[in-house]
């Protein structure tokens, strides 16, 4: 039962490409359950301080970044139903409740759309698993 969206299917899809990118990045910081351990070696430690070793840039992986700004350049429609797609993906609403899921949404907007759905871990699935439901 595909439904007519204000985004197209394929935008949806690259906002989930980019979550998915994103969530790995993240995974990628926090490898072995460490969570950012900063660990000393005595040996290297002295009085003064050397910070040769700070000049070295990290690559930033910019795709939540991006993510975020092209969430926040919705309008209040897009954005109502893409979060709608998610509940929907998620299981909160059956794909042939997607307008109440856009109307919910709508309702509860209280924050920025971007922060509510970069805050889920699994966003990439649920765009996945909501297309699906909705068929497109």
Known sequence: MPVDLNL???TIRM?????????SALEDAFENGR?????????TLSDTHHHDGLAEEEIEDLSEEELRELIDDLNVDEA??????VWIGRGDFDASDFE????EARERAVTATSKYLLGMPMLADYLES???ALEM
């Open 8 to 10: 197209s299917a394929e």
């Open 15 to 23: 906002f989930a490409q980019k979550a998915r990118a994103a969530s």
């Open 35 to 43: 969570e950012g351990d900063i660990e000393f070696d005595p040996e």
């Open 80 to 85: 109502a139903e893409l979060v709608a797609i």
């Open 100 to 103: 109440q899921a856009v109307e």
């Open 130 to 132: 909501g297309l699906e």
